[in-house]
């Protein structure tokens, strides 16, 4: 294999979003006279997406009358205060580093809309930008079908078997698999206690980002 490009997901792989996340989500709920959850237990669902969160905390689903108007409320704290509390893993700056030292372009496949995913990444100083970012507003199907993850190969300029996807949800390991590149599952993100990623059928996992390098630069010396 030659390896030309590495992508992440976004919250839970490359960033720690989820205390902004739960900062938003407990803002509203403390606007509207409720008390305020545990950060600990929003983390545990927050790659499940904002509709996830307000199950938890309001019992609403999309079918409930006055879920479209919270839903926006929920979203609209969040662009407000995306990055206070938001961090890269410990490791990952130096993984960027790495891939940045040696000529392999990184980019972020996420599920993540592009309204909140673009501000985010600007707001951190990486040791290169990401050769591309795409949401699910650039494709029909998003995550676990292949449709973001091969428009990210595509603009990347590599063919899905010259690439890595890396993540930490089940869904990120079925994208990478439907869309033919090798994946790397981490334990380090938002995954429950009952959760095992290391079945998830993806190529290699790892419980540290620090992990993930090692594992990369094998394929940076075959290539």
Not at 46 to 70: R, Y
Not at 84 to 109: A, Q
Not at 148 to 176: F, K, M, T, V
Request: aromatic letters at 8%; proline letters at 6%; charged letters at 20%.
């Amino acid at each position: 294999m030659s390896l030309r490009a590495v992508f992440f997901d976004l919250d839970g792989t490359l960033l720690d979003t989820a205390p902004d996340l739960a900062h938003a989500l407990n803002r509203l709920l403390h606007q509207k006279g409720i008390d305020v959850l545990p950060v600990e237990k929003i983390t545990e669902i927050v790659s499940d997406g904002a509709n996830a969160m307000l199950k938890l905390a309001f019992n609403v689903t999309p079918k409930d009358e006055n879920f479209a108007e919270l839903r926006q409320q929920l979203l609209d704290l969040y662009l407000e205060d995306l990055s206070t509390h938001t961090r890269p893993y410990p490791g990952i700056e130096e993984l960027i580093s790495e891939l940045t030292y040696s000529n392999i372009d990184w980019g972020i496949v996420t599920n993540k809309p592009w309204a909140y995913t673009e501000p985010l990444i600007e707001r951190f100083d990486f040791a290169s930008r990401p050769r591309t970012i795409v949401c699910p507003d650039h494709v029909r199907h998003k995550k676990p079908a292949p449709d973001s993850l091969l428009l990210a190969c595509e603009q990347s300029g590599c063919q899905p078997s010259e690439a890595i996807y890396i993540g930490d949800h089940l869904r990120d390991i079925e994208c990478g698999t439907n869309a033919g590149t090798s994946t790397i599952s981490v334990g380090y993100g938002y995954i429950s206690n009952e959760q095992d990623h290391t079945r998830w059928g993806a190529t290699h996992s790892v419980e540290h980002a620090s992990q993930l390098w090692p594992i990369i630069n094998k394929y940076v010396q075959a290539s």
